[in-house]
């Protein structure tokens, strides 16, 4: 009887997703600079950790590669810069827990926008977050001097926007079916940390143990590592010795990162409340 | 009621929500069973029930935040489920916990609600100014909502949940955490939405009060649907005047008065109601008969509280109050 019940939905599909997105992740960049503890955090702890770990084991430390020259300081280096993104990009998507509880959250879910915005815009957020914050310390480059080209500075960024983009779809896909942030600090203990650990951020795959080795080899974001070390230092002689050459890093981190994306916007759409 | 349009506002019909069990050895919980009901477009419509009787997963299944598990919901001809975003861009919702961004100014939730409504940003700047300073909180907009009071914040809500212009505008115990004055203002305020928009207002409450100047109502207890209609009518389901009398042993009493009189005669906990409709006349009748067994008599004119208390043969009180 009622013409509407026919016709077809124009607000369904996916049309809303870009504003939706666009407008979530503008909030999650006003949050962060209205937040002064963050914005301090930001670049200070990162730069602590480089300068603490990587003069503390600056001695200790013998590389058997084909740089054995290198300092702690400049191998540590590119691993702040992924331990910094691992942190801030999940960390920024489990908010996602914060804004259920507050009751954000449920304001969107009744908007007329799809899922898929919901969870994009807050994994691009977060992202751009720990891209942001990369990319500052990017600027200490110069300072290790390495030496970089056009291609090296592209391919490093774009191997952090890719390794950003993961991370984030990783923590969001974590914390969208938590209720607490208390479950959240095992999943830290459990899987971050070593996550980071074995990631070849603080110690080369090729002096470790053989099953760390192993162990390491399964670990994605040992290639992301890989990817971004790898970019960096396209312009040095000689490079660093990674397993895979860099077209193969690549394609394995962005499969990463789009499995990511999938699944949390699959959990996006299935979580019922 | 009379309708003017071919569908209604809303339509529920045999709506069953069962929660599953908690635990494993737990047993399912069944928090809706098989609720139906109609709201006419522009109706100032109650959902009236104590805690626990349902109403928040009714109003979680109305939101649209949780899809009906069986029967049928339908905003004004279509089916959630079918026309979700359509339907949702229809609604306004006023959840009971506060669904504003603390950090973010009046302004920026406004504006970011719009844009989630597709609005435009000049009709998102109008409108917001608009209701802000209908609603009084204009000299606040560019502060943060941390800093605002309750009260302020909720109002800020209900303009946040009326700024795309919403045919109906849902709202789940909006007067939680008011003043009574406070409360009645708030009721107003809505009230002018109403008449002014033609906004169909749809509100739950376990506050009696609340539920006395409605259009139409709904009580809801333990799940289910124990009356409905206006508050007029379902006053007058009672006599005119109700006659409470609290004794040691209403069960005796009960038996007596019903022998006696052929009067609607009922007791609940340790009073006896008898509805009547010349009570300044039974009263003294009443007292005379029954002296010394009568602790207290009261007389009122029957209230929707009334109407439920006769319905559900229990004082007006959530699910795991004992009986007092």
């Known amino acids: ?273 | 009621m009379k309708r003017t349009t071919a569908d209604p506002a809303l339509s529920v019909s045999g709506l069953t929500f069962v929660y599953p069990p908690a635990s494993k050895s737990g047993r399912p919980r069944t928090a809706l069973s098989n609720v139906s009901f109609e709201i006419g477009e522009g109706d100032f419509f109650c959902i009236l029930g104590p805690n626990g009787s349902g109403k928040s997963t009714l109003f979680k299944v109305l939101s649209t935040a949780t899809l009906p598990p069986s029967g049928h919901v339908m905003f004004f001809g279509h089916q959630v489920g079918e026309q979700l975003r359509l339907i949702r861009s229809q609604l306004g919702v006023v959840f009971q916990n506060p669904a504003l961004d603390r950090k973010l100014t009046v302004k920026e939730n406004l504006n970011c609600h719009g844009r989630l409504y597709r609005m435009p940003e000049t009709a998102i700047r109008t409108r917001s100014a608009e209701l802000l300073e209908l609603l009084g909180v204009s000299d606040r907009s560019s502060e943060p909502v941390e800093t605002l009071s309750g009260g302020l914040a909720r109002r800020v809500e209900l303009a946040k949940a009326l700024l795309h212009s919403p045919r109906l505008l849902l709202l789940d115990e909006p007067t939680t955490g008011l003043d009574p004055t406070a409360r009645a203002g708030f009721l107003g305020l809505l009230r002018r939405f109403q008449a002014g928009a033609g906004t169909t207002i749809v509100y739950t409450t376990h506050i009696l009060e609340e539920a006395e100047d409605c259009d139409a109502l709904l009580i809801l207890d333990e799940g289910s649907v124990v009356a409905s209609g206006t508050p007029g009518a379902l006053r007058s389901e009672i006599g005119k005047e109700l006659i409470i009398m609290k004794s040691r042993d209403p069960v005796r009493l009960l038996e007596s008065v019903r022998k006696k009189y052929d009067l609607p005669v009922y007791r609940v906990d340790d009073a006896v109601r008898v509805e009547c409709d010349n009570a300044s006349a039974m009263i003294g009748e009443l007292l005379g008969t029954y002296e010394g067994t009568v602790d207290i008599v009261t007389f009122s004119r029957p209230s929707v509280g009334d109407v439920y208390i006769k319905k559900t043969g229990h004082q007006f009180r959530s699910k795991n109050d004992t009986a007092s």
């Open chain 1, 1 to 273: 009887m009622n013409p509407g019940r026919i016709s077809p939905d124009p607000t369904a599909g996916t049309s809303g997703l870009i504003p939706g997105a666009a407008v979530l992740w503008k909030r999650e960049m006003l949050h962060f600079l209205r937040q002064r503890a963050r914005l301090v955090g930001f670049i200070g702890s990162p730069v602590i950790f480089w300068i603490v770990i990587g003069s503390g084991f600056n001695r200790s430390f013998s590389y058997t590669g084909a740089r054995p020259d290198i300092s702690y300081l400049e191998f540590y280096f590119p691993g702040t810069i992924v331990l910094t993104m691992l942190f801030t990009a999940i960390f920024a998507s489990i908010s996602i827990i914060e804004d259920r509880h507050s009751g954000f959250l449920q304001g969107v879910l009744v908007a007329p926008v799809p899922r898929l915005s919901i969870s994009s815009g807050k994994i691009l957020g977060a992202a751009s977050l720990a891209l942001m914050q990369a990319l500052l310390l990017l600027l200490l480059v110069p300072v290790l001097g390495i030496g970089l080209s056009p291609a090296s500075v592209v391919l490093s960024v774009l191997s952090l926007v890719i390794l950003a983009v993961g991370l984030a779809g990783l923590g969001f896909l974590i914390a969208w079916r938590m209720d607490t942030t208390q479950g959240f600090h095992a999943v830290m203990n459990l899987l971050l940390i070593p996550l980071w650990l074995l990631s070849g951020s603080l110690f080369p795959v090729h002096g470790a143990a053989s099953w760390i080795e192993k162990i390491m080899l399964c670990n994605p974001l040992y290639y992301g590592m890989s990817t971004f070390r790898q970019a960096l230092y396209l312009a040095s002689v000689p490079e660093p010795q990674e397993v895979l050459p860099l077209p193969l890093n690549f394609a394995i981190i962005s499969i990463f990162s789009v499995v990511m994306l999938f699944l949390s916007a699959r959990s996006a759409k299935t979580r019922k409340t």
